[in-house]
């Protein structure tokens, strides 16, 4: 049972460049969320799902877009990157909003 | 939305003493407070939660208090090991779908 799996662990872009970032469960789990970490700030919500083609905006969703087209994937996507956009990017599911959330491994993404 | 906040930032406590994160949270709606250790490299773990109609919750050396009146919330880890070094985030929610998160506090124990 793999859990909470992100592709990719690492990637660096450039200015401008645009690219996916993949979070993939086998739990079934309805709940679906991306987050960001940067270094005093904790983990901030990017975008959620609540199930299988839904989403909606959390804390900071300026810049990223997310798709939910299958239950078990969510996609985070960076249209035009920026080096504000420099994180580690965390992606979580659960069955409720009121239960334990997985977290995958994260993906350190560096814009330069 | 919910604002959480978590003090200290940063701990150093000797192995075998014990250690007290605390958190505030501002929604008063509120009602589930995990609390997830974070080690280097790794996505965040649950360790602990509490729901808001119990006060008080122990696994063995951790354990959770709730104050809802003065809406905040703590970890205790009593006879801290080295293995416990980490980061560790609380976290507040409602019955919605938000998830809000402290800033994280690093734990080390000295050996």
């Known amino acids: 049972n793999a859990g909470v799996t992100q592709t990719p662990k690492f990637r660096v872009l450039k200015t401008g460049q645009s690219m996916t970032l993949l979070c993939a469960q086998d739990m079934n789990h309805e709940y679906m969320y991306w987050y960001r970490q940067d270094p005093g700030m904790g983990l901030r919500l990017i975008h959620y799902s609540v199930g299988e083609g839904t989403t909606a905006k959390g804390e900071v969703p300026d810049g990223y877009n997310v798709s939910r087209l299958k239950k078990q994937n969510f996609l985070l996507g960076l249209e035009s990157a920026a080096p504000s956009q420099t994180s580690v990017y965390f992606c979580a599911s659960r069955w409720t909003p009121n239960t334990e959330a997985f977290f995958g491994q994260g993906t350190r993404l560096t814009v330069v | 939305g919910e604002n959480v906040e978590q003090h200290p930032s940063t701990l150093s406590v000797q192995e075998g003493d014990s250690a007290v994160i605390k958190c505030t949270y501002s929604d008063s709606a509120s009602n589930y407070f995990p609390w997830y250790k974070q080690e280097l490299g790794k996505g965040p773990q ?66």
């Open chain 2, 46 to 111: 649950l360790i602990i939660d509490i729901r808001s109609n119990v006060g008080e919750k122990k696994d063995q050396r951790i354990a959770v208090t709730l104050n809802k009146t003065a809406k905040h919330f703590s970890l205790h880890i009593t006879e801290t090991q080295p293995e416990d070094s980490a980061v560790y985030f609380c976290a507040a929610s409602r019955s919605g779908n938000q998830f809000y998160f402290g800033t994280g506090t690093s734990l080390t124990v000295i050996p």
